[in-house]
């Protein structure tokens, strides 16, 4: 019988802020990816692809894509929208808390990684949200 691969370990660096970042393969092209301790679902798109999660080393961060003109701010976890602090139209700084999530009666604040223009809000307060759904976009 063959052990399960090891999860792996490495962090991540998003706009100002350093994550510690976990990736363990599941069936298929499933992944469960951990977010300073919050699973996070992934799935690799096309078909036969593999996926391809490299570590950075330590203190230093992952190189990824520069983001698209227009981003997507999703919930890292399950829980309830506690407040909103944007509209349609507001303009945002980096830092700039956008929403604040309560899950296990802790409350997170939701902040954009980089300035921009919000575009739409998807969420209200009391509202449930699931881990990756939609919260905001920005353009």
Do not use: Y
Not at 25 to 34: A, C, E, M
Not at 91 to 105: H, T
């Amino acid at each position: 019988m063959n052990a399960p691969p090891r999860p792996q370990k490495f962090r991540l660096k998003v706009g100002d802020r350093w994550f510690d970042v976990e990736v363990h393969r599941g069936p298929g092209q499933q992944l469960q990816v951990l977010v300073d301790g919050q699973p996070v679902e992934v799935q690799v798109e096309g078909q036969g692809a593999k996926p391809q999660v490299s570590p950075g080393t330590a203190g230093s961060p992952v190189r990824a894509p520069a983001p698209p003109a227009e981003r997507e701010i999703r919930s890292p976890m399950p829980g309830r929208v506690v407040a909103v602090s944007v509209r349609p139209g507001a303009r945002v700084n980096s830092g700039d808390e956008v929403c604040v999530l309560e899950a296990m009666k802790m409350e997170q604040s939701i902040r954009v990684a980089s300035a921009g223009t919000v575009k739409a809000v998807h969420i209200e307060p009391g509202q449930n949200v699931s881990a990756g759904d939609l919260l905001v976009e920005i353009e």
